[in-house]
């Protein structure tokens, strides 16, 4: 079955600065990934949906200059928390989804990266 | 870590008709269990949730069953409808949230 990686699973940084996030699909293109963030002990917050090749589309209220999304190739996005401070300490968890022809269009999580800003 | 897995896979019915979508957890320290719905071409949209402290919770259409000793629990839809149709994936969250492979539901006219 279609499996996603998330990388690193856990991360801790010093306020001020950045860390960044890899999500890859591992045996199929994914045409899109979407990024969350978990509260503690509340459910998941859609950040953006990231499209290969064009750029993501942010909900409302996340600071698109904050979290970097890229997703430049069909098996790879990218988080980035740029000059991240304690408030930004949360799990976050990417999914992805390929399409119909590939097989792989049912959604699939990665397992989460936890960054703690000190 | 925790371990969620769903059955069944896909999950075809009549209009009308009743559908269930059953999950277990391994990490007895879970106590949140959200259920979302995923329509074609959309992220996931939360449609249901339970907390460990409370056995069954229901929304209109939609009910959540948990059972903390066996740790499994179940999505309810009854009187189904086409719109119904779509991707289900259930999770178990203590402070990470792990999510089961998800159900297609197809509701036939």
């Known amino acids: 079955g279609a499996v996603v990686s998330q990388h690193p699973s856990w991360v801790i940084c010093k306020s001020g600065t950045s860390v960044k996030i890899e999500c890859r699909s591992l045996?199929?293109?994914?045409?899109?990934m979407f990024w969350y963030r978990q509260f503690p002990k509340q459910s998941l917050m859609l950040m953006a949906t990231s499209n290969e090749g064009s750029k993501a589309t942010y909900e409302q209220g996340v600071e698109k200059d904050k979290f970097l999304i890229n997703h430049a190739s069909l098996t790879l996005s990218t988080l980035t928390v740029t000059s991240a401070h304690p408030e930004d300490s949360s799990f976050y968890i990417c999914?992805?989804?390929?399409?119909?022809?590939?097989?792989?269009?049912?959604?699939?999580f990665g397992a989460g990266s936890r960054l703690t800003v000190l | 870590g925790e371990n969620v897995e769903q059955h069944p896979s896909t999950l075809s019915v009549q209009e009308g008709d009743s559908a269930v979508i059953k999950c277990t957890y391994s990490?007895?320290?879970?106590?949140?269990f959200p259920w979302y719905k995923q329509e074609l071409g959309k992220g996931p949209q939360l449609i249901i949730d339970?907390?460990?402290?409370?056995g069954e919770k229901k929304d209109q259409r939609i009910a959540v069953t948990l059972n903390k000793t066996a740790k499994h629990f179940s999505l309810h839809i009854t009187e189904t409808q086409p719109e119904d149709s779509a991707v289900y994936f259930c999770?178990?969250?203590?402070?990470?949230?792990?999510f089961g492979a998800g159900t297609r539901l197809t509701v036939k006219p």
């Open positions: 999770a178990a969250s203590d402070n990470d949230m792990r």
């Open positions: 990490d007895s320290a879970s106590n949140y």
């Open positions: 045996d199929f293109q994914a045409t899109t």
């Open positions: 339970i907390r460990s402290n409370v």
């Open positions: 999914s992805a989804t390929g399409t119909e022809e590939s097989g792989a269009n049912v959604l699939t």
